[in-house]
């Protein structure tokens, strides 16, 4: 065989490797990047931040009437078990305003969204820009073919637990948290508090414009913006109250008269701020407490939407 025979199909088989390759990515489909992916329900696998980014571009688009925003606070929401409305729980772990808009600004594009319900906390704007390389625009031609693709190939003969009811976007991270017991989890918290040793996040300027960038864009699109407090354990709130308080204006200024408006710490919700059991440790909402707020949701929503027919 000669040197140039030999390149020519050395080639010949790199080529058709990389486009079965990608026929197979095409096919599999695993964000519903593409065709007609109405009424289907795709789970996420693996990678929650860039599955919900690469899924914003036409799966959520095409499927779902709402959003809910925000950081791991309230990623854990299963918002499929709020009836008569299809909201996808775009909120991710561990992100802040700038990737989540990225993403949220996807939908608002390419979709026909009539609500926007916002998760308020200071996590969401202490800092600014892309915390990981998992939201980026080369992810999206690199789900076609790349190391990462074969990675959630792997991931998908493993499926994680807590994305087993994902098609709305829920992350039951709390399986993970099963052995831990909230009562001693909070009160190691608040003990940090008190102690000085718990930092408490900041507001970011710059997070805060990006912020209002997305809102304003929501806002033109005459998208429906919901809006809640999240609801901190009562000490913890009462014991930072000014800090939160100050953070809470700056976040609650930025919308127009356009927001639906509810606050979590207000003492009508006692029941759920001031009980152990309503979280899954130091922050995040328990299974019980996520019920709570889900019916909240559901009961804000029906409250707007029945009342403006």
């Given amino acids: 065989m000669t040197f140039k025979l030999y390149t020519k199909l050395s080639l010949g088989i790199l080529f058709s490797s990389i486009l079965l390759i990608i026929g197979v990515n095409y096919l599999w489909n695993p964000y519903g990047l593409f065709g007609n992916v109405k009424g289907k329900e795709i789970k996420i696998i693996e990678y929650e931040k860039s599955s919900k980014y690469l899924m914003s571009f036409n799966y959520i688009p095409q499927n779902f ?117 909230p009562k001693e989890e909070m009160l190691k918290s608040l003990e940090k508090i008190k102690s000085g040793k718990s930092k408490f996040y900041d507001l970011n300027e710059k997070a805060l414009k990006e912020m209002h960038e997305l809102i304003k864009y929501a806002e033109s699109k005459n998208i429906k913006l919901f809006a809640y407090i999240y609801p901190r354990y009562y000490e913890v709130y009462n014991l930072q109250k000014e800090k939160y308080d100050v953070i809470y204006k700056k976040q609650t200024s930025l919308f127009n008269n356009n927001l639906t408006f509810f606050n ?43 009342s403006n027919k």
Avoid at 274 to 288: A, E, F
Wanted: with cysteine.
């Fill in 264 to 306: 979590f710490n207000d003492s009508k919700f006692d029941k759920l701020r001031k009980n152990y059991n309503s979280y899954s440790d130091g922050s995040h909402l328990s299974d019980n407490g996520a019920k709570m707020v889900l019916e909240e949701i559901e009961f804000q929503l029906n409250k707007y939407y029945k």
């Fill in 65 to 181: 009437e709402g959003l809910l925003v925000g950081p791991s606070l309230s990623a854990n929401l299963n918002t499929k078990n709020i009836k008569d409305y299809k909201i996808y729980n775009i909120s991710m772990a561990g992100a802040n305003i700038s990737e989540l808009k990225m993403a949220v600004n996807n939908v608002i594009k390419f979709g026909n969204l009539k609500f926007i319900i916002f998760c308020l906390d200071p996590y969401l704007t202490k800092d600014y820009g892309m915390k990981s390389s998992q939201i980026n625009i080369k992810e999206y031609w690199g789900s076609l073919g790349s190391i990462n693709t074969i990675k959630l190939l792997k991931a998908n003969l493993n499926k994680k637990k807590q994305f087993e009811d994902s098609t709305y976007g829920y992350n039951n991270f709390n399986l993970k948290k099963k052995k831990l017991e």
